[in-house]
């Protein structure tokens, strides 16, 4: 077999397989010995007549597409060996027939490769960074929700529903005075305020008295999932079945005890602001690390292979699959209540993965180019890191490590190196707050 390799248009590679009229014979015969078992031919059992009496049956060329599927399983595998250090294939070949005779088979693949991205700076730039802080509010809120969580549901007669309520409702929705699918319900119950429903359903329940019947008249969003809703005003015919409130405990020292086991409101204030200000930093750090690649992006020049794009699509439909996992939901079914086709479901991450990709590429690239690598010490020190956190030795916490995580350990090395060298060699400022 003989090879040439190419580039192409669109991030592609174009790999012509050129063979011999021996290589060509003897696909052919392995053709015939493997699939010889499927022919039934007169006077001989099956899988045993000789191939020219097939060929006789059948026709000259009932092998020649199993020959050629031969051809290419068993020799572009070994191109793409031989030439791993000029391309990386990242998606599957098209594969198409150029010469077919006795005397010779030639094979064209085009294939799909990682690109070259082309950065015209990534140093030198005046970059935005971010700095979250915690706020009172935000600790004021985490008491909200403790109290919430630890608040004891009581039944409401002497008063109408209001904003954090539990209303029980019976529900019927209709369209043009059609009803439709998942626009019904019987006891159902609502917290009030939540924005569980559609914009202005729960605004208009509140205020109703326990065994009121109304009409609440909503309108779809524009973006809402069911296409043949979107848009449209809705009636729903409302009945108010019973309400439960709740009565929240005062926040005391004795609460805090009781709730949390720490000494007091203000330890909990104390250890709250410290885990939300971890939380903050990592919000901080990733913004930062994003309006940085942003920034590095305006200037890249690339041709992305949609098969990149799509293989991206893939893991982020996925990660959602596994979050409806968690609520017992299947993605089939999700997409069916909605009555969205898949194919529609899938196009709404694209210009997320085109970004995702994008940025992997950047990253890729910078890494190459100034060859940030993470030595042994780095692991080592790392892995010591993790061992002291979890109480145990090094050599011990060694033995329970997967390969993979030593991989993790050298690619996070790696990325937080990067992002080190691009906010020292970039101008970084905090806009002012307005």
């Known amino acids: 077999m003989k090879y040439t390799t190419k580039a192409a248009e669109k991030s592609t590679v174009k790999i012509t397989m050129t063979f011999d009229g021996e290589e060509w014979k003897e696909a052919i015969n392995k053709a015939y010995l493997q699939t010889r078992s499927k022919f039934a031919v007169n006077g001989f059992r099956k899988g045993k007549a000789p191939r020219n009496v097939i060929e006789s049956a059948y026709g000259k060329g009932v092998f020649f597409e199993d020959a050629l599927n031969i051809l290419f399983s068993e020799n572009y595998p070994t191109v793409l060996d031989k030439k791993a250090k000029d391309f990386t294939v ?7 027939v150029e010469d077919f005779t006795d005397e010779k088979v030639s094979l064209v693949a085009i294939v799909p490769v990682k ?8 140093t030198g730039m005046k970059i935005q960074k971010f700095e979250y802080t915690v706020k009172d509010e935000e600790i004021d809120a985490e008491i ?15 008063r109408p529903a209001q904003n954090g309520d539990i209303a029980n409702i019976d529900f019927v929705g209709t369209v043009d005075g059609v009803k439709f699918e998942g626009g019904e319900a019987q006891g159902f ?21 326990v065994g009121e019947s109304k009409d609440v008249n909503v309108t779809f969003p524009e973006n809402y999932q069911a296409e043949n809703l979107k848009g449209k005003p809705a009636v729903f015919a409302v009945k108010l079945n019973a309400i439960q409130g ?9 609460f805090i005890k009781e709730a949390t086991k720490m000494e007091s409101l203000d330890a909990y204030k104390a250890k709250t602001k410290e885990r939300l200000q971890v939380q903050a930093d990592r919000r901080s750090n990733d913004a930062t690390e994003n309006s940085i690649l942003e920034a590095i992006a305006k200037n890249a020049e690339v041709e992305i292979p949609q098969a990149m794009i799509e293989r991206e699509i893939d893991g982020l439909v996925q990660k959602f699959e596994y979050q409806l996992m968690y609520q017992g939901l299947k993605l089939d079914d999700y997409l069916n209540f909605l009555k969205v086709p898949k194919a529609d479901f899938r196009k709404n991450y694209e210009e997320q993965a085109k970004k995702n990709v994008l940025s992997q590429l950047i990253i890729g690239k910078i890494i190459e180019t100034e060859k940030i690598e993470a030595t042994e010490a780095d692991v080592d020190a790392q892995i010591a890191k993790q061992a002291e956190s979890v109480e145990k030795s090094v050599e011990d916490y060694k033995k329970g490590m997967d390969p993979r995580q030593f991989d993790y350990i050298r690619s996070d090395i790696i990325i937080t190196k990067l992002f080190d060298f691009l906010k020292a060699n970039n101008e970084m400022y905090l806009e002012e707050s307005k």
């Open 90 to 96: 990242v998606g599957d070949p098209d594969v198409s």
């Open 115 to 122: 690109p070259d991205v082309k950065i015209s700076a990534y």
């Open 144 to 158: 909200a929700r403790l109290q919430d969580r630890n608040a004891r549901k009581v039944e409401v007669t002497d």
């Open 189 to 209: 119950d609502l917290t009030l305020g939540s924005g569980q429903f559609i914009p202005g359903f729960e605004d208009q329940v509140v205020g109703m008295n």
């Open 246 to 254: 709740k009565e929240l405990p005062e926040v005391t020292d004795e």
